[in-house]
């Protein structure tokens, strides 16, 4: 192995060591990193990514420099390792999520569907956001709520009308 990167021999004792741990706080916290979704996941990685921050901005932003000067307990090395997992559990979820391929075998995990109707109820609600399938005409769209057949609309002149009734009137001086 060349000098220059000689600290590639750390590498897979690094991605094992994140392996165990990512499993093991996963199910200890619940997946809790994504409760809250994807806004909240983000915030979590940048609140790490400032405490990586802080850590270095007093010594010029070196971060080796930092790492050589950091003896607390749990320091600035914990901030990098959580980063780089909470990365990893994004990683795996976009994955999962067929969002990315598998970075080995670069195929994609599991396939979006398509053609997926927004109106099937996985919900076990009566109308989930009130979509109602007698609602829906011979071509499948849906109607509104307020069909021609009940809409009272008013003209230019303010007088109420029934769009049903009123199609063969004239709108403006017919009072029938």
């Known amino acids: 192995m060349e000098e220059k990167f000689a600290y590639h021999r750390h590498l897979q004792a690094i991605a094992n060591s994140d392996l165990v741990e990512v499993v093991r706080k996963d199910h200890e916290y619940g997946s809790s ?15 790490k990514a400032d ?23 749990e ?55 009130g979509y109602d399938p007698k609602e829906e005409n011979e071509t499948g769209e849906v109607r509104p709520k307020n069909s021609a057949t009940n809409v009272r609309a008013r003209d230019e002149l303010g007088n109420t009308r029934n769009d049903a009734k009123s199609s063969g009137s004239k709108i403006r001086g017919d009072r029938s």
Do not use: C
């Open 75 to 129: 320091g600035l090395i914990d901030d990098i390792r959580d980063l780089r997992r909470y990365l990893d559990l994004l990683e795996a979820w976009a994955i999962e999520e067929g969002i990315l391929p598998n970075p080995i075998s670069g195929k994609m995990v599991v396939q979006r569907p398509t053609g997926v109707d927004p109106r099937v109820d996985k919900t076990g609600q009566k109308h989930p956001f």
């Open 33 to 47: 990193w994504k409760k809250r979704g994807g806004t909240s996941a983000f915030h979590i990685m940048v609140r």
């Open 51 to 73: 405490r990586i921050e802080a850590a270095v901005e007093r010594i010029n932003y070196d971060i080796f420099q930092a790492l050589r000067n950091d003896t607390r307990k």
